[in-house]
Nanobody, 121 residues
Framework: QVQLVESGGGLVQAGGSLRLSCAASGRSFSSGAMGWFRQAPGKEREFVAA?????LYANSVKGRFTISRDNAENTVFLQMNSLKPEDTSVYYC?????????????????WGRGTQVTVSS
């Protein structure tokens, strides 16, 4: 059974940093892609960043967020710097076994349950 478990969320002041982690188990995603999406209350889930042989970022987080992965540990990270109140959301990890990084939710087969990130002003 494949599981994606996010961690690292929390409450931080504007301008601060957080590092999210997503540990995958049940299969390897080293040949595929892993990504992060987020969903704020009353809004649709949106793409944040993804990584395979290359990386993709949403325009809203470029220059502030960095995605990385450790294939040996089957883990993906999201370093979030210069956080803004509008970054407040539940952050979800997603993974696909094969293929390159994509910003489309439909491109991912597996999802985590999410971790809350709250940025206070």
């Amino acid at each position: 059974q494949v599981q994606l478990v996010e961690s690292g969320g929390g409450l931080v002041q504007a301008g601060g940093s957080l590092r999210l982690s997503c540990a995958a188990s049940g299969r390897s995603f080293s040949s595929g892609a892993m990504g992060w999406f987020r969903q704020a209350p009353g809004k649709e889930r949106e793409f944040v960043a993804a990584i395979s042989i290359s990386t993709l970022y949403a325009n809203s987080v470029k220059g502030r967020f960095t995605i990385s992965r450790d294939n040996a540990e089957n883990t993906v990270f999201l370093q979030m710097n210069s956080l803004k109140p509008e970054d407040t959301s539940v952050y979800y990890c997603a993974a696909r076994a094969l293929g390159v990084a994509t910003a489309s939710m439909r491109g991912y087969e597996y999802w985590g349950r999410g971790t809350q990130v709250t940025v206070s002003s």
